[in-house]
């Protein structure tokens, strides 16, 4: 199984600031890598998907990069909506598998 | 507009069985492989089953291989989990969760609101 290696756990930032989550796979996934966005008490959303592209309505603050093992989801500048738990996910092979998550706390 | 409206959880016994729903619309059902996803509480994401859409090709994770069952019902638009032989460590939220497949790949899109089985005497 592709294990996916979230970091960090958990961070504060502050509206404005620029945030950083990084994710890595334990083999090459190429650009099969999902990041999906879950409030509190409600389901996951579709954040980006082929590493970096977004669905429409997803606004352009958000990014991915990365390909092979290591990727990156950035915040260029945090609005209050945005506090909430990011999860990484391969599509490459199954098990389809996700990172263990991101909380982003004010 | 896509909808994913899951059913039948509940609190069950250890060695019990339950059966999940899910009603899907807005969509050509039968053109889309279906999955059901977990989260247990507090914890992450993990996914269980896939089944494609015309039933033929099906996929489990370890942990629940040989004691779910996934099936669909193109006719009325239904998914559904067969769940036996349930431990407490299947206590979760589960979310049935459609595949959108493209050339770059494929990710889940969108998800249900999920249902809660709690496992526990």
């Known amino acids: 199984d592709i294990q996916m290696t979230q970091s960090p756990s958990s961070l504060s930032a502050s509206v404005g600031d620029r945030v950083t989550i990084t994710c890595r796979a334990s083999?090459?996934?190429?650009?099969?890598l999902n990041w999906y966005q879950q409030k509190p008490g409600k389901a996951p959303t579709l954040l980006i998907y082929a590493a970096s592209t977004l669905p429409s309505g997803v606004p352009s603050r958000f990014s991915g990069s990365g390909s092979g093992t290591d990727f990156t989801l950035t915040i260029s500048s945090l609005q209050p909506e945005d506090f909430a738990t990011y999860y990484c996910q391969q599509s490459y092979s199954t098990p389809w598998t996700f990172g263990q998550g991101t909380k982003v706390e004010i | 507009e896509v909808q994913l409206v899951e059913s039948g959880g509940g609190l069950v016994q250890p060695g019990g069985s339950l059966r999940l729903s899910c009603a899907a619309s807005?969509?050509?059902?039968?053109?889309?492989?279906m999955n059901w996803v977990r989260q247990a509480p507090g914890k992450g994401l993990e996914w269980v089953s896939y089944i494609n859409g015309v039933g033929n090709a099906i996929h489990y994770s370890d942990s629940v291989k040989g004691r779910f069952t996934i099936s669909r019902d193109n006719a009325n638009n239904a998914l559904h989990l067969q769940m036996n032989s349930l431990r407490a460590d299947d206590t979760a939220v589960y979310y049935c969760?459609?595949?959108?497949?493209?050339?770059?790949?494929?990710?889940?899109?969108?998800w249900g609101q999920g249902t809660l089985v709690t496992v526990s005497s």
């Open positions: 969760v459609r595949d959108r497949r493209e050339q770059l790949g494929f990710w889940f899109d969108p």
């Open positions: 083999q090459t996934i190429t650009s099969y």
């Open positions: 807005g969509f050509i059902f039968s053109s889309y492989t």
